[in-house]
């Protein structure tokens, strides 16, 4: 089945904890703390993979959580870190942030990878916190949230040539005549509903992937015949083939046809109009069909290519003249998405907001510190009093007019704010 998006949850391992142990060891007068650090939680890495062609395994698993870091334990020895947990997805795939709708990750090319969602850190021991003055710390720190988010994925099929046409207009025939695809083929309209992918060889031996896109129809940019489905694979395309009915089997006007269909490319996509690309008037062993092939040369000149999918008049000519087209354009060029492998977002203390009289205080370092700290452990509330004192808590809640008594919320720890 192919399945080309998917919404997925990820989460990167947890750090584990640091620990608070001290050297006890005959003749080792005053061992000092001896606790080691937690290791790092492991991170979800994404990998394009050639060999997969659609986004079907994520209809069935929605949730991926990579292993959290081994906490420390005494003698400083430090927690192995989390394994990575690796998860590969077809070439073409981008991956977006459900709630910014920011792009993460755009994978081009077979091999390329990214961390997703990164685990986090190992918690300190208290062997870390020793200085001149406080030779003895009591205090550890736990590890560090691993990174979770809810992403989409969106695969637009990387082909050479999309072949772009109404429906019933001989794309499928054409593409199981050029290449060993078998898409299925009957008389009737939207046989095609899923996207195809052909390997087509020149006559040199020479080699590109053509894509038969299913048949759009007119408001498909506003998603009638399920055009978002189908707009978004041709803008992955280098040169589009506009497959014309010139025998207009279906009662359609071929020369009314070509332009609603850049119409539809235009309203979706304005980038699309700048691809090369020729039109294809098929179906030529229809006797009726050579009077429209001549008005469009007429009008589009050398644009125009006569072929019949059926009979294979023409087709060799079409593969070649494409192949050049494609040879014409840049290597270097892109096509898709800018290439955005990862997006930092801004780093903010954090934010106060005042909803039902309590100041609730939000962001992702100052939640961070809140998940790190054990709170049982005397040292490590002293820290975090002195570590929010430095962020600017206290003046920023004076700023917005708190009060003695008033009710601070930091994720699910309340307390009463005092001077």
Not at 94 to 112: K, P, S
Not at 173 to 193: G, H, M, Q, W
Not at 351 to 372: A, F, H, P, W
Request: hydrophobic share 40%; aromatic share 8%; glycine share 12%.
């Amino acid at each position: 089945m192919f399945i080309d998006h998917a919404k997925i949850y990820l989460k990167g391992g947890d750090g584990g904890n640091g620990c608070v142990a001290f050297r006890r060891e005959k003749y080792v007068p005053l061992g000092g703390p001896y606790g080691g650090d937690g290791g790092r939680g492991g991170n979800v890495i994404f990998v394009a993979d050639e060999g997969m062609s659609t986004l079907m395994d994520f209809q069935y698993r929605k949730h991926f959580k990579a292993d959290r870091g081994v906490h420390g334990i005494g003698k400083n020895q430090h927690g192995a870190w989390g394994e990575n947990l690796v998860v590969k997805v077809p070439v073409g795939t981008i991956v977006l942030d459900d709630d910014t709708n920011e792009v993460i990750a755009d994978f081009t090319a077979a091999g390329q990878e990214a961390i997703i969602a990164r685990g986090g850190r190992g918690g300190k021991g208290n062997s870390r916190f020793a200085n001149a003055t406080h030779k003895a710390p009591s205090m550890a720190e736990n590890g560090e949230p691993g990174e979770e988010k809810w992403i989409r994925l969106e695969l637009k099929l990387l082909a050479d040539v999309g072949l772009v046409g109404f429906p019933n207009a001989g794309k499928s025939t054409f593409i199981s005549r050029v290449s060993a695809a078998r898409p299925k083929i009957a008389d009737y309209a939207f046989t095609t509903l899923v996207p195809n992918l052909g390997v087509v060889l020149t006559r040199n031996k020479e080699s590109f992937v053509i894509a038969d896109i299913p048949g759009l129809i007119e408001g498909a940019h506003e998603g009638v015949g399920l055009g978002h489905e189908f707009l978004r694979h041709i803008e992955r395309n280098k040169v589009l083939l506009f497959i014309l009915d010139t025998a207009q089997v279906d009662s359609r006007d071929v020369m009314e046809d070509f332009i609603i269909l850049r119409s539809e490319l235009e309203f979706f996509n304005p980038e699309l109009l700048k691809r090369p690309y020729l039109i294809v008037a098929n179906k030529l062993d229809v006797p009726d069909a050579h009077d429209k092939f001549k008005a469009l040369q007429e009008k589009y000149g050398d644009l125009v290519c006569g072929i019949s999918a059926v009979s294979g008049q023409g087709v060799d000519e079409l593969v070649e003249k494409t192949y050049d087209l494609l040879q014409s354009i840049p290597p270097e060029e892109h096509i898709g998405e800018a290439r955005v492998i990862r997006h930092f977002e801004q780093d903010i203390p954090f934010v106060i907001d005042i909803i039902d009289g309590i100041y609730q205080v939000s962001g992702k370092r100052i939640e961070n510190l809140l998940n790190m700290t054990n709170f049982d452990q005397d040292e490590n509330l002293q820290k975090f009093q002195r570590t929010v004192a430095r962020m600017g808590l206290d003046e920023a809640l004076k700023a917005k007019g708190i009060q003695e008594g008033d009710t601070v919320r930091i994720k699910d720890m309340e307390f009463d704010y005092s001077e």
